[in-house]
């Protein structure tokens, strides 16, 4: 059932990454496309890739996103917060209350992070968002910055603007970008790097997870740099400014190239390196592609066309996507879903909104393992199987199970009905799936739900072995409905659909 | 005759051949888990050691946990809610909170150690930052990706689920302790210090299961598979034996008690489980602090107390070791609002019929100025590594990255 991987003496490197021949870009090489790309397949979104070339379908993935815009709310508070802040610093007197004030604003930026976190999810759930935003929790895993730190949300809402607005561009680029973004340069204490006084933790960081990974630049190559980045500081909070009097001006030497080298030019330098061609790669295939190691020469082929293009983004998305390497039948189905992945496309598969219930909805993310913007550490998520253990399982099945349970209006909290009130009027009701919706489904014969499901909810590698264990379900069933509910249910709590 | 199959491997592989539905049973005892535990190569260690971690989240007040009566500068740096009536004295100088009767009184058994003043250089005042730097074990100016005890389960355990049938690690509440975070996947467990443990057994589980007993292949799906089996037996399991569990003494009601008791029945029922992890939350006492500081500890006594005795009763105390921990300590200067503000140092506890007992270590110099922070005497990491080295047995040096100096504890 599961395929041996390819290796250069099964599937040569030269083909890897040619696109995928058109005459095999059938249902489940586009279903493969969509789930991986996005976050689910469903048989419309399959129809009408099908009518289109594998290059038009990804080109037309992200074509149509729009960037996540900024509430009403998160703005204000962000015009005012830098003089809120000096306020409580240097107005008030009484320590009191300033303790008092500094809490209220901090009960104001939590309410706004809450918001922003259920409007991302909102937005990804949206189909022609979701590539471009699974692509950004691709590169939060790479740029880590995490809330706990950063308490500061229009800070990380600005840093997940520039990484949406990074699709395009070149990676050093993007990489110089972020530098310069104040949720990073707090996170990674660049404003605390000063020619006196160095800070690597930015350099490091720079070289071991976002260019070239470990083992591929000296201590002395991060001390150097760090002084290159000296002087990067923020106003007004949200706003970067070079600071001359604290940049070291002086010479360096990084990668054995000496000069007066600022932290731009470093990023430049960087790139030189044989491991920056690579490194990316690696991270994407792990995100995308596989759990398991793919060789070094795949990757190294890859590279060598990536950093003949400058390195862009666009380029690799597209290279890769379309490549025969990616549509492997090894490499179908293979994959865990993250809890982001596993909640949204689930939200997608039954054509479900959001739970519109922060409280349970943000809380099932935590339990999953995958609290918006908090990653466990600046390593970000691992991914893969190390998403899966006995608490997020349960997890996983318990939002499940609740998206099958009616819902008791009477017992929600104040809170909750706010919340429902707000989703109503938004016309986002739909957040449960309720008997009549699985009625229809009830005209067929027991084989053919079971087709009609397996085919619908889960790749082709495990749907013999389940079709006759649903349809035993189903046959002889004196309470057709619930039987058929309670296949559904364990169906999507299956390992099946948990990969992708 | 047919040999018993050594790993859940085979146990699937033949469940999937002969159509004996390796989880056909409904309620009833998964008989084959025992001869499971059997078949697994070194057998049951009856006499291995267990490590229970209790978290104070929020950041202990160390000085009024264990209060240095004797001197003046305790009084001078909080005139408010600096303690003074119903001192339990531990010796002339030091004194337990009026709600720690129980810990003074395993501490007078001799089954309690008090290392005082514990901490790290450079310390840093953020509750998530320091809980990390305590969870992961590093410096405060280095991050770990991996917890002390995920590197302790990644140097022991043999990582894969199907191979071991009980956890490598269970913890109390919703999320996975940053103290088990490992390089590699161990098979741990959670549940809630309450109520059932897993589902009760419905129609869609049922369904559930029968769809979990087609052959997956191998890989991931082959580990979600194994995973999924896993905690459904292990649920059913834990449910079974915390159910039936005939507690020796009476537990509060308190989460942390609940928490206890259900440890206490795991290790009853012998489970291979190594390491336990409770957490009890509430510590961040920046205003009014004298009642809820007095709660929290009067909590936290009468739940170790409790869970004490019952192993103690059960014959499990020989096997069981104990250890609070942190984020931080408190202030030393009172702030303006009864309370007091995050600090450094602060003492823990290690219980334990093994324990030496005693006070281990130095008290904090309490001649600062006002506002000024406790400068640590221990090193956190030189309990860790005693617990790892002289408890576990464990490769300490290897886990923590250096050697700590062991203290005397056990």
Known sequence: MTLPAPTPATFSVDDAWKPLPLHVWDQEAAAHLLRRIGFSATPERVATALKRTPEKEIIDAFAHAEPLKMSEALAEYRDHAPANHRMIQRDIRDPEQKRARRNELREQENELFRDFAMSWFQHARQPENSATEKFVLFLQDIFVVDRRTVRDTPALFALQQVLRAGIKADYPELCKSVSREPAMIRYLNLDQNTARKPNENFARELFELFTLGEGNYSEADIKESARAFTGYRTRQRYEFYFQRNLHDSRQKTVFGESGTWRGDDVIDLTFQQAAARTFLIGEFIKFYLTDETVPEAYIEALGEQWAARRFNLAYLIETFFQSRLFFHPAYRGNMVKSPVQFYLGLCQDLRLDLIPFEGRLLKGMDVMGQSFYNPPNVRGWLYGEHWINSTTISARRQVVDYLFSPLNEKSLNANDQRDLEKARQAERGNFLITAEQLQVLLEMEPARIAEHLTTYFITPHFRAAYQPVLAELLADSPTPAADLRHAVIALLQSPAYNLC | ?410
């Open chain 2, 1 to 410: 005759m047919p040999t018993l199959p050594l790993t859940r491997r085979e146990f699937i592989r033949r469940s999937a051949g002969g159509g004996l539905g390796l989880l056909a049973f409904t309620g009833a005892a998964p008989s084959f888990l025992a001869q499971s535990a059997l078949a697994q190569a070194p057998g049951p260690e009856k006499d291995r050691s267990i490590l229970v971690v209790i978290q104070l989240a929020g950041g202990n007040d160390g000085l009024n946990t264990l209060i240095p009566y004797s001197d003046d500068n305790y009084y001078r740096l909080r005139p408010t809610i600096g303690l003074k009536d119903d001192l339990i004295p531990v010796n002339e100088d030091l004194a337990f909170h009026p709600s720690c009767g129980p810990l003074h009184q395993l501490y007078d058994l001799g089954q309690l150690s008090i290392v005082q003043n514990v901490g790290y250089p450079n310390p840093n005042r953020s509750h998530f930052r320091s809980s990390e730097i305590w969870e992961t074990a590093s410096s405060s100016d280095a991050v770990q990706h991996t917890g002390w005890l995920g590197r302790y389960f990644d140097n022991t355990c043999s990582g894969t689920p199907q191979e071991n049938a009980d956890p490598a690690a269970v913890h109390l509440g919703d999320i996975i302790p940053q103290s088990f975070l490992a390089e590699r996947s161990h098979s741990v467990f959670g549940m809630n210090p309450r109520g059932r443990v897993g589902k009760r057994q419905d129609p869609a589980a049922a369904a559930y299961e029968k769809l979990l007993q087609v052959d997956h292949g191998a890989g991931s799906a082959s580990y979600l598979q194994h995973t999924m089996m896993d905690t459904l037996v292990t649920e059913r399991r834990v449910e079974q034996i915390i159910t039936g569990y005939k507690a020796m003494t009476g537990y509060p009601g308190s989460q942390l008690a609940q928490s206890l008791k259900r440890v206490a029945a795991l290790i009853h029922a012998e489970l291979e489980t190594r390491v336990y992890f409770v957490s009890q939350g509430g510590y961040d006492t920046h205003a009014n602090q004298h009642n809820s500081h007095a709660r929290l500890l009067g909590e936290l006594s009468a739940a170790m107390h409790a869970f004490q005795r019952d192993l103690t009763a059960h014959k499990k105390d020989d096997q069981v070791l104990t250890m609070t921990f942190s984020e931080f300590g408190r202030r030393p200067s009172e702030n303006g609002s009864g309370g007091t503000d995050h600090g450094t140092a602060a003492p823990l506890f290690v219980m334990g019929s093994p324990v030496k007992g005693g006070l281990i270590g130095n008290a904090p110099d309490l001649k600062l100025e006002s506002n000024k922070d406790l400068q640590f005497s221990t090193d956190f990491r030189r309990v860790y590594h005693t617990v790892l080295d002289r408890w576990l047995a464990a490769d300490a040096e290897k886990i923590l990255g250096s050697a700590y100096e062991p203290l005397p504890l056990v």
